[in-house]
């Protein structure tokens, strides 16, 4: 545990892995120490199926794991149990995200029966964006558990076979449990603090917010290290694509808790309008290239809403393809 | 103190439909204090009344009387003389008043004159903030003095999530971390070591959820 | 120094005397327009009455408008104690003003119950 942490996580079988604990394709990859590649997909706002398996299709064979997003924004979707139920049916991996939102402790725990009875592996416990940024800012918010609560209930119904309430479980919910984490988020001395009550809960893998600055990142990662958070909780470094340099200029200004670095929007600025897609996917695909140098980086999250069509291309030119085959 | 707004006046004028006899009743206590229902505010709206009749010309009598309280009974009961003479009664006191004083004078009508919203405190005069939600299990001592529950906008109780920026909500740029205040508040008073426990989740039924409240002393009772 | 004959003149030791309910309770009575003569922000007397006052004479114009008769009915002017010009100037304006917007729609005594 005290010496200097390494690039890749120990191979299954050597010291400080626990035992597969659930069907995760994630999970077994993270456990033979694979680099590991997730990316995201965002329900539609109907009731059609078909914009989900194109979503899927697109990403079919580039990716580990598919996040589906949970009402975010507060915006109502296809619910996010119904679409990874659909990516399950076409033979891809879902990740079921969760907020706390919406549903009190006993609509989250029967969702979570519900997904483990489906086939669903992987679920993502979040706060969820309050509803003021939505479609819907007059409805009551729930927030009966938070982020964190709701890790502890997940690992709880699992290795305990125990609802919250202290009930026996009939058929307990094999789930990978995983929460996000921002390292840019203000207040930054405690984010790594923050990480660690997250681990403490449970919680196996996180994803982070995109990453454009590869400096404060590093000192994040840091920060996770010394605390040896690294090794039971895998961290998926979260990347974006910049589309254009409207784009880029906009997380930077508008979006809470994002640092893009002045350089990178020169960047974008600096080519015409039609190339600033491929400078874009330049950009994200160097960033993967430096991150996977970083120590304690397990894998990446490319989140490319709306894009999913760029996100095998990253992964070939980030040389992260083919994903491997688990049996 | 219950904090609250007073009504639009056309709002006012709405509810009170075609009556024009009107007992404008204050209370001397929070209501006074946030400036929104004391009998300064009483004689404010009583002459908006006037004023807005006496230029559509209409009949009208408009009183203004203000109780030291309109949640103990002693003190409503003390209009009972008066009080039939009117249409009805705009009562500018906090919801539980409004509520006391329809009970004991009903079947006759009492409107609100005032939103009730928060229980707070005045940071400095003219200004007030939300500071509790009546939880019914108070956790203060956890968490610096800063209530997590009333001051964050998701009642997180293992905060701060990912939208917390510069000290503000991600809400609202004017509106303050409730997790940022509580982290420096720890730090300042060397507790830190509280942030990193976990708080397990909690039990709602001393609130609201668990449905209407009661408090009995039978050691108080005559 | 003359001023129209039309202003009738209430003397306060201060403008932070003024109340919210002192000018709409001048509006009952009947009067058209009221106006708040004070001194020169940060030459207060008691420092910073005139301000209070200022801000009381905002709010009374909102309930003014709120009830239709029209927040132009009432003002704030500063002024030097010892500016009887600037004092006529002010009278002059806002019995302007108010003769522009008519007489207030509120008659003393019409419509009050006994």
């Known amino acids: 545990m005290a010496e200097r942490p390494g690039r890749r996580s120990p191979q299954a079988g050597e010291g400080g892995l626990e035992a597969v604990k659930t069907n995760s394709r994630i999970e077994k990859l993270l456990g033979q120490g694979v680099f590991v590649v997730t990316s995201e997909c965002g329900p539609p706002r109907g009731a059609d199926a078909e914009v989900v398996r194109k979503k899927g299709e697109l990403l079919r064979g580039a990716v580990d794991g598919v996040n589906v997003t949970d009402n975010q924004t507060s915006v109502v979707r296809m619910s996010s149990l119904s679409a990874c139920v659909i990516l399950k049916g076409m033979g891809l991996e879902p990740i079921l995200q969760m907020v706390c939102r919406d549903r009190n402790r006993i609509a989250l725990q029967s969702d979570l029966l519900g997904a483990a009875a489906l086939g669903i592996n992987n679920v993502l416990c979040l706060s969820g964006d309050h509803q003021k940024f939505g479609d819907h800012p007059q409805a009551k918010n729930v927030y009966d558990i938070d982020s964190i609560q709701l890790i502890q209930t997940v690992c709880r119904m699992r290795d305990e076979g125990k609802f919250l309430g202290g009930e026996e479980i009939k058929g307990k919910p094999a789930l990978y449990v995983g929460a996000a984490e921002n390292p840019f988020a203000d207040p930054f001395e405690i984010r790594a603090a923050r990480l660690g009550k997250k681990m403490k809960a449970g919680c196996e893998f996180i994803q982070t917010q995109c990453i454009y600055n590869l400096d404060r990142f590093r000192r994040w990662m840091e920060m996770v290290c010394e605390r040896g958070l690294h090794e039971k909780c895998a961290v998926l470094a979260g990347v974006t694509p910049f589309k254009t340099a409207g784009m880029a200029n906009y997380m930077k200004k508008n979006v809470p808790g994002m640092d893009v670095p002045d350089e990178m929007i020169a960047r974008m600025k600096g080519v015409p309008k039609e190339q600033q897609a491929e400078e874009g996917v330049k950009i994200c695909v160097e960033t993967i290239q430096q991150l996977r140098e970083i120590p304690g980086v397990r894998g990446i999250h490319i989140m490319a809403i709306e894009w999913e069509a760029k996100v095998p291309e990253i992964v070939k030119a980030a040389g992260l393809y083919p994903r491997p085959e688990t049996e | ?188 008073s060397g507790q830190m070591e509280r942030y990193e426990e976990i708080q397990p989740v909690r039990d709602w039924r001393s609130g609201r959820d668990g449905g209407p409240r009661r408090r009995v002393r039978e050691d108080l009772k005559l | 120094m003359s001023y129209p004959s039309n202003v009738k003149v209430v003397k306060i030791p201060c403008t932070g005397r003024v109340d919210v309910l002192l000018i709409l309770r001048a509006f009952e009575s009947g009067v058209d327009g009221v106006y708040v003569a004070g001194c020169m922000e940060g030459e207060c007397h008691f420092l910073r009455g005139n301000i209070r006052a200022r801000r009381r004479v905002e709010y009374a114009k909102r309930l003014l408008d709120e009830v239709g008769l029209g927040g132009g009915r009432v003002e704030m002017f500063n002024m030097s104690a010892s500016e009887g ?27 009050v119950l006994p």
Request: net charge negative.
């Open chain 2, 1 to 188: 103190m219950i904090v609250g707004n007073r009504k639009e006046f056309g709002e006012i004028l709405e509810k009170l439909g075609s009556r024009r006899r009107v007992l404008v009743l204050g209370c001397n206590e929070c209501v006074t204090v946030c400036g929104v229902g004391g009998e300064r505010e009483v004689g404010v709206l009583a002459s908006e009344l006037r004023l807005f009749w006496q230029k559509e010309g209409e009949t009208f009598e408009v009183k203004e009387h203000t109780l030291e309280r309109q949640c103990d009974y002693e003190y409503i009961d003390s209009i009972r003389p008066f009080a039939g003479d009117y249409d009805v009664i705009l009562s500018m006191a906090c919801g539980a008043g409004v509520q006391y004083v329809a009970e004991a004078y009903k079947p006759q009508l009492v409107i609100p004159a005032v939103n009730t919203t928060f229980l707070g405190v005045t940071l400095e005069q003219g200004v007030w903030s939300e500071r509790c939600q009546g939880c019914g299990n108070c956790i203060l001592d956890m968490t610096g003095g800063i209530c997590p529950i009333a001051r964050c906008a998701k009642s997180l109780l293992n905060g701060p999530c990912g939208g917390s920026s510069g000290g503000k909500c991600e809400i609202d740029k004017d509106t303050d971390c409730a997790w940022q205040l509580i982290i420096d508040r720890l730090t300042e």
């Open chain 3, 85 to 111: 010009q600037r004092f006529a100037q002010c009278a002059q304006e806002m019995t302007e003003r108010v003769r522009s917007l008519g007489p207030s729609p509120v008659r003393k005594g019409k419509g």
